[in-house]
Each structure stands twice: as structure tokens, then as C-alpha cells.
């Protein structure tokens, strides 16, 4: 007995589905602290604290230079330069695990 494709409703396979398990990383969080915006250079976008923010980077092995990263001051979003990055690192007293 042939599945019946999921787009046409026929009995006949048109195409083959494919499952593909993503990686999903979930994150808590605190709105009390900075938010940072992690774009890749595909356009893929991650939100998280200080803490999560190297976790974010080397789980989904993004390369210097390859992604950018923003941070929301007064709703709005600003670009995070390197000089800015390192002292948000010192400032929480966190190492910063990637480079940027």
C-alpha cells in the first residue's frame, strides 16, 4: 500500500519528504540584563544574555568574521564592535571563548 503524498493527496510518491532534526537552542532570557542579537551569515538569528552568548557562537559554529553581533540599548538595535565585546566580557566577569 502506497502513502498517499502529503501536497497532492494522490496515491502516487511525487516526492520524497525528508525529516531533518535541527539543533534547536533554547535559552532563558532576563530581560533585567543586555540582550544580544547573533546573525549569522546565512541570516539565521539568536537571542541571549552575556552567559549564553559563547554557547550560542561555538554550537553553531559560527567563524570570525562570518556573523555579527548587536545588542538592544532604548529598542534599538546596535552593532557590537570588538573593542565593546571584551569590555562586556570584563564587565560580567566572564572569558570570552570565541573570536569576533
Known amino acids: ?11 502516487n510518491s511525487c516526492h520524497i519528504l525528508t525529516i531533518k532534526k535541527i539543533n534547536m537552542n533554547t535559552v532563558k532570557i532576563d530581560n533585567n540584563c543586555r540582550v544580544y542579537q547573533v546573525v549569522s551569515s546565512t541570516g539565521k538569528q539568536f537571542f541571549c544574555n552575556i ?3 559563547n554557547s550560542i ?11 555579527k553581533i548587536f545588542h538592544f540599548w532604548n529598542n534599538k538595535a546596535q552593532r557590537v564592535s570588538k573593542k565593546d565585546l571584551k ?3 570584563e564587565g560580567s566577569q566572564l572569558k570570552q571563548e570565541f573570536c569576533y
Not at 500500500?1 to 496515491?11: I, L, N, V
Not at 557562537?57 to 556573523?67: H, I, K
Open 1 to 11: 500500500m502506497r502513502a498517499k503524498c502529503p501536497k497532492y493527496g494522490s496515491g
Open 87 to 89: 569590555g562586556f566580557f
Open 51 to 53: 552567559e549564553d552568548l
Open 57 to 67: 557562537v561555538l554550537d553553531n559554529e559560527l567563524r570570525a568574521g562570518y556573523f
